[in-house]
């Protein structure tokens, strides 16, 4: 028997409900059951792929294809449940889907409407492609009492009366703000939170409560009595220092023992053994690195979610604090390199689109390169890699990418087709923005003998990908020749996947965004291997 818990959001936004509903996802898991995650977006794109990194953060990518919210990237990390294209929707796709089968005449000539063909699209979308999990675990995106997210809470609410209030959970995570002046913490916001959700029908079994300080007995009683639910189903959600002590957090104050009590099932004690020694590695690091993220998006953190992340998991891997300079990739254009980048002990390029501050990327990869300081590039960070050392190892005149205008060499080009599953995709530069990149899990073979292999210890791996542009291979034998090596390709040979240079410490780049499939617990090796550099590096500063 599969049970829902529905998750919903109240008072302001960014409260964590993606950590929120990733945590709960461990905790059940650590309990013995399988779980799903999914996401509930009322935005009306249809995807967050052609999105501004500075509206809505990174875009994060499943084995699929599937361009998603980033939250899916937090369920991924805390329950190592790979994501699918079923676990995120939007109004968007919703009311696209519907309108595509009014247009087919699917409806049978009935008038449209949000309830019940909306509403009806979307519990399709919570229930299906399911198979033998325990708990589906479903987030709705936004705050209760946004006008774009009253068809999904209309959804859900339906969903109780049609699956049984006794198989579905609504968790409501809301904030208790604390007012230094009056000395206390505020319930008035959860109340009306709460008088919201009853407003469109819904009851909240569960109430999690954000708050920088503990919640007295006091408040918790009042809170259950205004709120109509039991006080033992009030959990205080408190600050913590590290996203990855959120699930021992929540189990100590009781939060998947109610979620058991409800479903009136008997498991076994969760086993967070792992979470504790994470959390030891975190607290108690045995050194520290400096790294420096060069990026164009380092206005908002979010945006490189993913990445910090990985490279938090590659601290973890060996032992020490990682600790992220994020340098904007513009101020190398009228700046040197050198102050912003001395003493570092890696550098970090990762991906992006648009000309705007790639001669800056260009320009921290020759600082790494010339100063022989681990480098490691990610999707443009390779291809600016792969420029500048065109330019300046190997002579080639007027190197650069046609994604920012025609150039006389151009080593970097538009991706027009390629293989997936045995199949030709192809692309013009006349194609929509939306979902017309090489997406997903793509194979790659890689050179024997060559230092990526080392790491990956195999002759093949898969990795997710996100971009339009690729390496031009017609320059491999000039870059060769200057000690820049194409170590791995697409399965055909014809796409590069990844570069290095031999004669270096440290220096990769690869086309992919290998950031997405790291964990916790199985830290990605490249982010392993480019701390491990960094540590080698900060002996030598």
């Given at each position: 028997?599969t049970?829902?818990?529905?998750i919903?959001?109240?008072?302001?936004s960014?409260?964590?409900?993606?950590?929120?509903?990733?945590?709960?996802?461990?905790?059940?898991?650590?309990?013995?059951?399988?779980?799903?995650?999914?996401?509930?977006?009322?935005?009306?794109?249809?995807?967050?792929?052609?999105?501004?990194?500075?509206?809505?953060?990174?875009v994060?990518?499943?084995?699929?294809?599937?361009?998603?919210?980033?939250?899916?990237?937090?369920?991924?990390?805390?329950?190592?449940?790979?994501?699918?294209q079923?676990?995120?929707?939007?109004?968007?796709?919703?009311?696209?889907?519907?309108?595509?089968?009014?247009?087919?005449?699917?409806?049978?000539?009935?008038?449209?409407?949000?309830?019940?063909?909306v509403?009806?699209?979307?519990?399709?979308?919570?229930?299906?492609?399911?198979?033998?999990?325990?708990?589906?675990?479903?987030?709705?995106?936004?705050?209760?009492?946004?006008?774009?997210?009253?068809?999904?809470?209309?959804?859900?609410?339906?969903?109780?009366?049609?699956?049984?209030?006794?198989?579905?959970?609504?968790?409501?995570?809301?904030?208790?703000?604390?007012?230094?002046?009056?000395?206390?913490?505020?319930?008035?916001?959860?109340?009306?939170?709460?008088?919201?959700?009853?407003?469109?029908?819904?009851?909240?079994?569960?109430?999690?409560?954000?708050?920088?300080?503990?919640?007295?007995?006091?408040?918790?009683?009042?809170?259950?009595?205004?709120?109509?639910?039991?006080?033992?189903?009030?959990?205080?959600?408190?600050?913590?220092?590290?996203?990855?002590?959120?699930?021992?957090?929540?189990?100590?104050q009781?939060?998947?023992?109610?979620?058991?009590?409800?479903?009136?099932?008997?498991?076994?004690?969760?086993?967070?053994?792992?979470?504790?020694?994470?959390?030891e590695?975190?607290t108690?690091?045995?050194?520290?690195?400096?790294?420096?993220?060069?990026?164009?998006?380092?206005?908002?953190?979010?945006?490189?979610?993913?990445?910090?992340?990985?490279?938090?998991?590659?601290?973890?891997?060996?032992?020490?604090?990682?600790?992220?300079?994020?340098?904007?990739?513009?101020?190398?254009?009228?700046?040197?390199?050198?102050?912003?980048?001395?003493?570092?002990?890696?550098?970090?390029?990762?991906?992006?689109?648009?000309?705007?501050?790639?001669?800056?990327?260009?320009?921290?990869?020759?600082?790494?390169?010339?100063?022989?300081?681990?480098?490691?590039?990610?999707?443009?960070?390779?291809?600016?890699?792969?420029?500048?050392?065109?330019?300046?190892?190997?002579?080639?005149?007027?190197?650069?990418?046609?994604?920012f205008?025609?150039?006389?060499?151009?080593?970097?080009?538009?991706?027009?087709?390629?293989?997936?599953?045995?199949?030709?995709?192809?692309?013009?530069?006349?194609?929509?923005?939306?979902?017309?990149?090489?997406?997903?899990?793509?194979?790659?073979?890689?050179?024997?003998?060559?230092?990526?292999?080392?790491?990956y210890?195999?002759?093949?791996?898969?990795?997710?990908?996100?971009?339009?542009?690729?390496?031009?291979?017609?320059?491999?034998?000039?870059?060769?020749?200057?000690?820049?090596?194409?170590?791995?390709?697409?399965?055909?040979?014809?796409?590069?996947?990844?570069?290095?240079?031999?004669?270096?410490?440290?220096?990769?780049?690869?086309?992919?965004?290998?950031?997405?499939?790291?964990?916790?617990?199985?830290p990605?090796?490249?982010?392993?291997?480019?701390?491990?550099a960094?540590?080698?590096?900060?002996?030598?500063v």
């Amino acid at each position: 028997m599969t049970r829902y818990i529905f998750i919903t959001g109240g008072v302001v936004s960014s409260l964590g409900k993606g950590i929120a509903s990733a945590a709960l996802g461990a905790l059940l898991q650590a309990r013995g059951f399988k779980v799903r995650l999914r996401k509930l977006d009322p935005y009306l794109n249809v995807d967050p792929g052609t999105m501004s990194p500075y509206q809505h953060g990174e875009v994060y990518v499943t084995d699929d294809g599937a361009e998603t919210d980033l939250d899916l990237g937090h369920y991924e990390r805390f329950t190592g449940v790979s994501s699918q294209q079923s676990d995120n929707v939007t109004t968007g796709r919703i009311y696209s889907d519907v309108i595509a089968k009014e247009r087919r005449g699917d409806y049978l000539g009935a008038t449209i409407q949000v309830i019940p063909h909306v509403t009806e699209a979307i519990k399709k979308f919570v229930i299906n492609d399911l198979t033998d999990e325990e708990f589906v675990l479903c987030e709705i995106g936004g705050t209760v009492g946004d006008i774009e997210g009253l068809p999904f809470l209309e959804a859900i609410r339906q969903l109780g009366n049609d699956l049984g209030r006794a198989n579905c959970m609504y968790l409501h995570l809301t904030l208790l703000p604390y007012i230094p002046t009056a000395g206390e913490l505020k319930t008035k916001p959860t109340q009306h939170s709460v008088k919201e959700l009853l407003s469109v029908g819904i009851q909240p079994d569960l109430l999690l409560c954000r708050a920088e300080r503990d919640l007295p007995e006091g408040e918790r009683e009042k809170i259950a009595l205004f709120c109509n639910v039991q006080q033992s189903s009030v959990i205080p959600a408190l600050d913590v220092s590290s996203i990855y002590q959120v699930p021992i957090s929540y189990h100590n104050q009781g939060l998947d023992d109610e979620v058991c009590r409800f479903f009136n099932v008997d498991p076994q004690q969760p086993d967070l053994a792992r979470w504790y020694d994470i959390m030891e590695r975190v607290t108690r690091p045995e050194g520290e690195v400096s790294i420096a993220v060069v990026g164009k998006y380092t206005g908002l953190l979010d945006a490189y979610k993913s990445l910090s992340e990985a490279l938090a998991h590659g601290g973890i891997a060996n032992n020490v604090r990682v600790n992220l300079n994020w340098i904007d990739s513009e101020i190398f254009e009228n700046e040197d390199t050198f102050q912003h980048l001395q003493g570092v002990h890696g550098i970090l390029v990762p991906g992006g689109f648009g000309e705007r501050g790639v001669e800056g990327k260009i320009a921290a990869a020759s600082f790494a390169r010339e100063h022989r300081v681990p480098f490691f590039g990610i999707c443009l960070g390779m291809q600016m890699a792969v420029v500048e050392a065109a330019r300046n190892l190997a002579g080639i005149r007027g190197a650069g990418s046609t994604e920012f205008g025609q150039c006389q060499n151009p080593i970097v080009g538009l991706l027009t087709e390629w293989e997936r599953d045995g199949l030709v995709e192809m692309r013009s530069t006349e194609s929509n923005m939306g979902g017309t990149m090489r997406l997903g899990a793509y194979e790659a073979l890689v050179q024997k003998n060559s230092r990526i292999h080392k790491i990956y210890g195999t002759d093949r791996i898969s990795e997710r990908h996100r971009h339009r542009y690729e390496v031009n291979l017609a320059y491999e034998q000039d870059l060769a020749s200057k000690g820049m090596v194409f170590s791995a390709k697409s399965p055909n040979g014809i796409l590069p996947e990844v570069v290095e240079i031999p004669d270096h410490p440290w220096f990769f780049g690869v086309q992919f965004h290998p950031e997405l499939k790291s964990r916790p617990f199985e830290p990605h090796p490249l982010f392993t291997a480019f701390v491990g550099a960094a540590v080698d590096q900060s002996r030598l500063v």
